[in-house]
């Protein structure tokens, strides 16, 4: 026994003289920027590096050093490593915090649209993208439809958003997906139909997207997400921006489809410019466009060819000419530092064209179905005032206001006004004696009138009507993060809604969520949320005769209600120089009293010429249609960095699967005046697998960019997978009016391939040029069923800067 004993002490010696001869280094791990601590960095001595040590769940370490002087490293995905040289002595302790910087722009991302504060992107516990407006400059975008469409999970449909299927097309009425300036509301209040040409795309700083119901914190039109566009107010440096483009449209690929002679252009000139002028500061911005369009009038002029009057329509008519104004100005008392105050406000003016329904599926696929055509000139304008205060203790009240104008003069159709006026007060408080819970609450007030005109359709009088809507809410969000890694966050919000002063409609909505940083690069989200979306006036109490799509109000359509829950993922990754973020989530989103356009007879009246027969009003109106369904699955990258020295590469892209279906297939949901039974299978165009009407199952995106010094050039590709359900209407409806649906669905019944690019030079510090070519290859595509989309354009677009970048 006594010589196992003097064996294991001679064996082990070694090792504890070298224990007792160590000096030890220990600490926290930091972030700089929000102090908080990192887990799993890595700390280690470059002389022996396999001795090194990892930071633990409260970011602390450990490492013991043999005395003498050390080179130490501390690094982690994602940051950049921080070196220490130090000596040490036998038996000392030294204390040292490391600080690690963000190496990502990505990572140093804030957003404002989940919890309606600040928070950085990777700590959200809900599925978000951010779109930067870089993507603007590159692509030419002339609108920022163009820009979202470059956002995974989000397709714009002829205008109308679609967050992962959770909504078809109702003609531009009814959005559910809420759209916000600066985070107040943009929708206007009669119809939901959304002016993308308002928004201001010179002073975009960038756009933030939430995927899955956000009613809690962004209202009732949030019911499958929600598209927060923020603006931008100056730095220390004035800077201005004029830009200028140019472009044609190529020839449509089929044969005897061009409708046009000479060019068929378009072009526009935007500004901004942004300063500090003592303690104000200011913004002014603008755009004028014109575009000659792609789609022409119909091709031969009965009465009911163009307008419902018998005035033809020419082909200049169907252009656009579009001007806007904005404005921002914000004050900073010199004595009372933490108030601010100002308004904003913006002004457009518009003359455009809505084509409905092509003319044919061959040679007037280019041009607009006789009657389906509605001229429209529109103003639009909305002043925001609004003031920010913080108190000694940390409360901080915020008190905005929009009043928000709508005037629409349409051909054929009745024009309308809306206003909307509308209040929000916010208080945010993070109370550190809780362990830094941060408490967001808010009332909401929405008051929303509308008029519509009378209309001599054909004799038959169509009654003016005013209606009114009130909104009032109140919402908080309690948001915490415990132990540095893992957000909490629970949200509760209460919907009340009075039509033309009638009875109070109440709907409490509630989510939660929770975000987990398992390591510097990596993090584990799941949420669940409640939707919840009152119908708009125009979905209640519109009627719109003209052509084949008419339309016809319902007053007793009702709410309809969602909830959604996901559980996803973020990965950051570093290749070489380059570094970004794989997303990847999984959903789950059902509704209630699902609303739908639906084709029918609404109303009868005696047949003047056969005693005891009927005619009968047909056309669209808005049902609920019983409970539906989307799941699925939602992949994106974003990433950024160096392939070599002079090469830089930006990536965005994503794939969305989704499968939305109808829950109870066979249900009848309505009967109408024909005593026809109407339900999914019986409006369906294709029912199999209960797919619903007007969704993509497959989209794919990606966006890349090179830049080498100063040029740069980039491309992005899209991916629609074939829209296998629409109204079956339409199919009978093609025999009468022969504008070839069924022919056109049956010849192209696969998916869609769409590519673009851009090459461009930065000339100077001033000075830019890109030359943009969309839809390259010439196809001619349809997204949304009988409207094509434009063929390949060219364009030219120069920016001249000065000031800050």
Known sequence: MRKINYFLLILFCPVILNAQKSGTLKGFVKDSASRERIIGATVYATDDISGGV???????YELHLTPGKHTIVCSILGMNPDTLVMSINEGAEVVHNFMLHSESTQMQTLVVSAGRYEQKLQDITVSMDVLKPELIENKNSTNITQVLDQAPGLNILDGEPQIRGGSGFDFGVGSRVAVLIDGLPALPGDGGRIDWSLFPLENVEQIEIIKGASSVTNGSSALSGSINIRTAYPTDIPSTTVSMYSGLYDSPPVAGAKWWSGPANFSGVSFLHTQKIGQLDLVLGGMVLYDHGYIGPPAYQ????????GTPISPSQMGEKTGRFNFGLRYHPKNIPRLNFGLNGNYAESSNVISLIWSNDSSGLYRAYPSSVILQDQKIFYLDPFINYTTNNGFEHSLHLRYFLTDNVETDNPSNKSNVEYAEYQCIKRFDELGGLNVTAGLVMNETYSHTDSLDYLGVQLLQSTNTMQNYAAYTQLDKKFWGVLNLSAGFRDENFIINNGKNTSKPVFRSGMSLKISQGTFLRCSYGQGYRYPTLTEKYLTSQFSVLSIFANPNLQPETSWNAEIGIKQGFKIGNFMGFLDAAAFWQQYQNTIELTYGSWSKYPNPYVSGAYEYNNGFEYLNTGPTRVKGIDVSIAGEGKISRDIKIDILGGYTYTLPQAMNPSLVYATDSSNAKLSYQSTSSNTANNILKYRFQNIAKLNIELKYKTYFIGGDWVYYSYMQNIDEVFYSLATLASYGITQYRETHDKGINV???????????????????????????????LKVEPPRTFAIRLTYRIGAA
């Not at 009965?302 to 009057?309: A, D, G, I, K, V």
């Not at 851009?758 to 040029?769: A, D, F, N, P």
């Open 54 to 60: 990892v930071a633990d769940i409260q970011g602390s």
């Open 302 to 309: 009965p009465l009911l060819s163009s307008t419902l009057n």
């Open 755 to 785: 590519f673009n690019s851009h090459i461009g030079l930065q000339v100077s510090k001033t000075l830019r040029i890109a030359f943009v070519v969309n839809n390259i290859y010439n196809l001619s595509y349809s997204l949304r069923p």
